[in-house]
């Protein structure tokens, strides 16, 4: 039995799936500056697949085992763990009412507000000093 099946079969994709992370990452662009957080964590992400591709890589040029694979994959993994807030930082309600936020707020938009707290929120700030309650 082929000891290393699962790193050439990961090796075998080359730098597609980065390629294919960097895609909405490269979508941030049309959103601006503002999404700075989330589109940071794209950038992390895209870096965890590079770490993991590569490490794949390594294991298949150097004939490795498997077993080395999964030793580098669990340093990857609990690195990802201990920085798993700034990874992911998205919700899937919205942080003040808790309503559901649509693909767009989830993904692209920092703050994780839905469209009517993020008006009054903008609102609050320009307005009357701030008086949105304190959750
Ligand atoms: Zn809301």
Known sequence: MNTDAVSQWIARFGLWPLIVVLIPHLMFFSYGQAMGKK????????????LITILAAF?????LRDIH?????????????????????????????????NIKAIYFI???LCVDCRVKRDAGS???G???PKV
């Open 130 to 132: 701030g008086s949105k």
């Open 110 to 112: 920092d703050g994780n």
């Open 59 to 63: 294991i298949v040029e150097y004939g």
């Open 69 to 101: 694979f999964y030793a580098g994959l669990a340093v990857v993994l609990l690195a990802s763990a201990v920085f798993r807030k700034k990874l992911f930082p998205y919700r899937l309600n919205c942080a003040d009412c808790e309503r559901g936020l």
């Open 126 to 128: 320009l307005g009357d």
């Open 39 to 50: 589109r940071r964590a794209s950038l992390y992400q895209a870096i965890v697949i590079f």
